[in-house]
């Protein structure tokens, strides 16, 4: 393998999109993800140490760590395959201790994580579209459920367990608010949504079951047991009117293009992606923490909210305000707060709060300074320093110091010191410039000699020391390197060209050009006589003397950067997927490097220090890597002359004099905040006494009590230590005789080891004896071959040095030769320029010459130009009384269509009208049909009870008839009971016929005036429809009158660059379409159609509202009679049952009759002379029942006749258009109930 290698000693960055991307490990040390690392920093000893990814990541997307602090779980994308590895953040170092890659379900990649409270199980979710929610067994890799949350495709933001229980589990995302129960194998929600849904973008459990949740519009929601106890909007305090949304770099901007590599989790993009539709104004709540007293929660870009819990009720109130501060080092300070915080964290202790920003940003606050701040709002400070929220472009060190320059995309330069790991930031207007001109294909670099050097940008050119210009193609410059002296500048770009240029002679001495390969960058090694390219063909290439000497493969990869040490001894090169690779050089042929996983995107650029000590790796995530260097026996590489760091700083007077202002601003601010904490501190030591007091008085109580227990708990100690002493006494006396017996065996075995002892001394020592001699032997030969390899070096050097000799003399020569060709040409160029001279002399004149005779020719031009001139004025004056007339025509225009558009609503609202009417037509057939369904309900009951009746009514006959041949006596008491009983029960039956008539008479005058006012509606419905026929013609009249018009105007316009043909279409237009007297009508015709309809209309409404009120009293007066009639049928049912039940009771009679007649044989007097009315009786009671008869028959008869009527004014409403019966409903025909009627009457 390689002799060199790298270790990783410091980051400087963050990768804000990291789901969770911040949390503390302990007290001092936070975690956070920066590259493909995991970095724990230590805030008290600002040390660093790293969990690297995994092998060939492309990339963190969300981090959970246990809550035992033990386990840390990182979601990445290994070779384009989700994977989850869990780390034990005990062992030092950090060690591997699952990974979870085989899944039996579909996931792209899992983009939120959790541990359950006891650290035994992981919930993961799986990114849209599969959306899956997965519960683990982690340690034995079991899956123990899976859930789909959601078919909609919308993006989960964040899943969690309760603090308390691990079978419960909250999601969050766009519209879904989930509680899950973990039963039965199956995850199972808990929760129903009620109201609109929301944009859910965080939560955090305050209790077992009490959850807060914050939207994307300002709200946060507690949730208890999955119900809604409470609800508050965030305030916007400060509204900004140029408040715009944060940009996100969703492409990458670097100077170089590489393949596309899985992106971190797109988790702040969903969801400003998903918010972009609401109000701008609302501030987005991002992050949620909760801790003893309440929560904190993220409140807008730069802002956090603290709410505390009320003491009375179980809701919450806003306590504290904290901001993030406006960066003075930046040009646009007001820009600095305006980031969104994306994460928050506070101490195990609650002491200090962390939060992280969408520009790669990392704040703290100590909690006390919040309780400090009255109504003032509190502001977060740096937790490192600054650092890059944009890819960096640029990096270069400084010889004299530990410094680190970089620019980056987001227009700031920042330098770093590699020994105190602190920053200093600088907006800078030309990074953008820069950037610009880099696309366009021209760049611009200094060399290592800032006093002379004078770096300038130029579309196509380059200025170095402004003494040469060195003219390059239009096209894309990627890489430029300087070589050790200054003196020639190597440059590479993506036309796949390699140029080396001498700055003495501005010329370009060496090319080499592959086209099929587009080169990233170029370095040249120490001695600058070998070129090393990378590029887009997976090589890396040395170039000498213009010719490609080696091509080294790069297995698969694209070499994104090179560089090589100053000693030449080591090279090291980044990649397209973020990895470093460190090389031995000279190169090998095989694949022997060490490579480390660095960057989570590519590297853009890569620098050694000056004493090749650090190796510096920026990438387009941003961040900054410092490696230190070893060789492969873990020394560090040391050059041959040492360069000491310079102490000097550079700094202006302005700089002195504002610092100085600065100092005494922050004095008289100390003291002041001095004054304030001593009032403070007076304050609170006042309500400390106080409360003192009231603890001291406890306090004595309880150590009464407790001296009380202390002397009984002395007397059982002392009665302790009796029992102890004792025991103990016994188990020294064995311990004593165990010692003794093991002294004796110990001796023995020691005297044994002893003489082991003795005889490996002698042995260790004979064995030191020949290695010494062996060594002095090695020195020895080492001495002679080191004499021997002087001589022939020195041998070399000797012809080298004379070589070099002549190649100086053969420079001055061809220096001579140079002077006198420059002269030679010079004058070549003198006599060239005398005969231009006179060309141009002669040219000049003939110019002059053809200058008089075009003036000539331009005065009679002129004149032609007034004329046409006034004949144009002519022509817009015509053209204007034309615009004039036009306009006239369009205002006819557009009331012809205010009229179209008034009798189209007019006849809308006579469709309406009708529709009304049909159904009001409707609703009375459909009462008709139900009055003809109880009329024969009616009828078949009263046939039922006729059919029951007659068959009674015979065989009474017939029980007459024997009685009269047997006994007349008996038979005339019997019958003259059974009239009796008869007659009394029929009276109510055959009173309540007359009601029934008049009532039948009511229903039909009703009947009739219902028809009355149906061929009234009818009419008029007639009269609206050919009224809407007419004007339906007078609207398609007009559309075709419109139409011609608008033909004949499109041929005038065909006209339009000939003005009299214009002039003359136009006024034929007028003549065709306008007339005087026609608009005069039409003024006319329109105001009297508006009155007209206005008349119409209010006749129409006095129509409408009159039928509405008869409508509405005449089904309240049918409702009554409905309600009548059906108390009337049951009454009469009553009646016959009761009628059944009395000819039960006469057979039974009849049958104690005949048994009777049968015994009695004799008649006293006295009987006789009573039965003797009751044969009166027997002579009125058949002609009152056959009188009785007939009245029934009549008024069957007449109800009948009224029947058949009702039928035929049914079928006639039929067959009018518009009305038709209701579908299935058929009226009983009439044959049977006329059958029943004759049966009844005979």
Known sequence: MSAVVAQTLHVFGLRSHVANNIFYFDEQIIIFPSGNH????????????????????????????????????????????????????????????????????????????????????????????????????????????????????????????????????????????????????????????????????????????????????????????GDQRWETSIMVKEPTHDSKSLDVIQESESLIEFPPISSPLPSYEQMVATSSHSQLSMPQVFAIAAYSKGFACSAGPG????????????????????????????????????????????????????????KNQLYSITMSLTEISKGEPAHFEYLMYPLHSAPITGLATCIRKPLIATCSLDRSIRIWNIKTECVRSQEATFCADRRAYSRKGCSAQSSGAPEESAPFSVLGCMCVYALHWICLPLLQIRSIVWNADDSKLISGGTDGAVYEWNLSTGKRETECVLKSCSYNCVTVSPDAKIIFAVGSDHTLKEIADSSILREISAFDVTYTTIVISHSGRMMFVGTSVGTIRAMKY???????????????????????????????????????????????????????????????????????EEKAQVMLELKTRVEELKMENEYQLRLKDMNYSEKIKELTDKFIQEMESLKTKNQVLRTEKEKQDVYHREHIEDLLDKQSRELQDLECCNNQKLLLEYEKYQELQLKSQRMQEEYEKQLRDNDETKSQALEELTEFYEAKLQEKTTLLEEAQED???????????????????????????????????????????????????????????????????????????????????????????????????????????????????????????????????????????????????????????????????????YNFTKQARKVPLWGALPQMEAELENFHKQNTQLELNITELWQKLRATDQEMRRERQKERDLEALVKRFKTDLHN????????RLLKEKIRGLFEKYVQRADIVEIAGLNTDLQQEYARQREHLERNLATLKKKVVKEGELHRTDYVRIMQENVSLIKEINELRRELKFTRSQVYDLEAAL???????????????????????????????????????????????????QIQEQEQITGFHTLAGVRLPSLSNSEVDLEVKTN
């Open 38 to 225: 995991c970095v724990k920093y230590n805030v008290d000893q600002k040390w660093q140490k790293f969990i690297p990814g995994s092998d060939k990541s492309q990339g963190m997307l969300a981090l959970s760590i246990s809550p035992n602090r033990r386990y840390l779980a990182i979601s990445e994308t290994v070779q384009e395959k989700p994977a989850i590895t869990i780390y034990e953040l005990s062992s030092i170092p950090c060690r591997k201790r699952k990974v979870l890659n085989n899944f039996d379900f579909q996931v792209q990649k899992f983009i939120s994580m959790a541990f359950s409270p006891d650290s035994k199980y992981l919930l993961a979710q799986t990114s849209p579209p599969e959306s899956n929610l997965v519960y683990w067994l982690w340690e034995k890799q079991k899956v123990m459920a899976i859930v789909r949350i959601d078919t909609q495709n919308n993006p989960v933001y964040q899943v969690s367990f309760s603090p308390q229980d691990n079978t419960q589990v909250c999601v969050t995302g766009n519209g879904m608010f989930k509680l899950l129960r973990f039963t039965e194998g199956t995850l199972k929600q808990t929760n129903f949504q009620r109201g609109e849904p929301q944009n859910y973008l965080a939560h955090t459990w305050v209790a077992d079951d009490k959850i807060i949740v914050g939207t994307d519009t300002g709200k946060l929601f507690l949730f208890e047991s």
């Open 303 to 358: 802002r956090v909210l603290l709410f505390e819990k009320m003491e009375e009720k179980d809701f919450y109130r806003e306590s504290r305000e904290i901001r993030i501060p406006v960066d003075p080092q930046s040009n646009d300070p007001s820009q600095s707060d305006k980031q969104d915080v994306l994460c928050l964290c506070f101490s195990p202790s609650e002491e200090t709060l962390v939060a992280s920003t969408s």
């Open 586 to 656: 000279p190169l090998p042929l095989q694949k022997e490097f060490n490579e480390y996983q660095a960057h989570a995107s590519p590297i853009t650029k890569m620098l050694l220090t000056f004493d090749d000590q650090f190796l510096l790796t920026a990438a387009e995530d941003g961040c900054l890597f410092t490696w230190k260097v070893f060789d492969k026996d873990g020394r560090g590489i040391k050059r041959e002359r040492e360069v000491g760091f310079a102490e000097e700083v550079l700094v202006t007077k302005t700089d002195m």
């Open 811 to 977: 420079v001055r020569q061809q220096l001579r030769e140079f002077e006198e060709t420059k002269k030679q040409i010079e004058e070549d160029e003198d006599r060239e320029i005398q005969d231009i001279k006179t060309k141009y002399e002669k040219k000049l004149r003939d110019e002059k010459e053809s200058n008089l005779r075009l003036k000539g020719e331009t005065g009679i031009m002129r004149k032609k130009f007034s004329s046409l001139q006034k004949e144009i004025e002519e022509r817009t004056n015509d053209i204007e009384t034309l615009k004039g007339e036009q306009v006239k025509l369009q205002g006819v225009i557009k009331s012809l269509e205010k009229d179209i558009q008034g009798l189209k609503r007019e006849i809308q609202e006579r469709d309406e009208t009708i529709q009304d009417k049909e159904k009001r037509i409707y609703d009375l057939k459909k009462k008709n049909q139900e009055l003809g369904k109880f009329k024969f309900v009616l009828d078949y009951k009263i046939k039922e009870l006729k059919k029951q009746i007659e068959p009674r009514e015979n065989e009474i006959r017939v029980m007459k008839e024997q009685i009269q041949e047997n006994d007349p006596w008996p038979q005339r008491v019997e019958i003259r009971s």
């Open 1052 to 1059: 005038c316009v065909a006209y339009i660059q000939e003005p």
């Open 1158 to 1208: 049968k015994l009695t044989k004799k008649v006293r007097p006295q009987e006789v002379s009573e039965t003797e009315p009751s044969r009166d009786m027997l002579s009125t009671a058949p002609t009152a029942r056959l009188n009785e008869q007939e009245e029934t028959g009549r008024i069957i008869e007449m109800q009948r006749l009224e029947i058949q009527r009702l039928r035929d």
